[in-house]
C-alpha cells in the first residue's frame, strides 16, 4: 500500500502564506492522481484540491481557487500545497490523498484509497 505523510503544518497569521508537503512512498506515486482535503473541527472533511499524475488537470474548491496552488514532482514523490492570502477559515486539519482507481473528476472523497495522517494548519486572525 502506499504510505503518505504530511508535513509543513503549523500556525501562520492571516493573510500570510504556508506551504505543505506530502511524501509518498511506493514506485507507483507518478501514476496516481493526488489530492488535498481538510478537516476542521466539527465539520466534515472536504475537497481543497487535486492534480493528475502528469499535472495536466487540477481541480479546486471554490473557496481557495486563486489562493492555493497544488503541484507535485513526481522524481521525488511528493506532493505540495503552496497556501496564500490564508484566512481563518482556512484553519484545519489538512489531509494528502492519493487515488489509485480511475474517476472522471477527482473532487470527491470516494475517489481517494490512500490517505495520511494530517498536519494541522492555524490562521490567527
Known amino acids: 500500500q502506499v504510505q503518505l505523510v504530511e508535513s509543513g503544518g503549523g500556525l501562520v497569521q492571516a493573510g500570510g502564506s504556508l506551504r505543505l508537503a506530502c511524501a509518498a512512498s511506493g514506485r507507483t506515486f507518478s501514476r496516481y492522481t493526488m489530492g488535498w482535503f481538510r478537516q476542521a473541527p466539527g465539520k466534515e472533511r472536504e475537497f481543497v484540491l487535486s492534480?493528475?499524475?502528469?499535472?495536466?488537470?487540477?481541480y479546486y474548491a471554490d473557496s481557495v481557487k486563486g489562493r492555493f496552488t497544488i503541484s507535485r514532482d513526481n522524481a521525488k514523490n511528493t506532493l505540495y500545497l503552496q497556501m496564500n492570502s490564508l484566512k481563518p477559515g482556512d484553519t484545519a486539519v489538512y489531509y494528502c490523498?492519493?487515488?489509485?482507481?480511475?474517476?472522471?473528476?477527482?473532487?470527491?472523497?470516494?475517489?481517494?484509497?490512500?490517505w495520511g495522517r494530517g498536519t494541522q494548519v492555524t490562521v490567527s486572525s
Open positions: 492534480i493528475t499524475w502528469n499535472g495536466d488537470r487540477t
Open positions: 490523498a492519493a487515488a489509485s482507481r480511475y474517476y472522471n473528476t477527482y473532487v470527491t472523497r470516494a475517489a481517494f484509497d490512500y
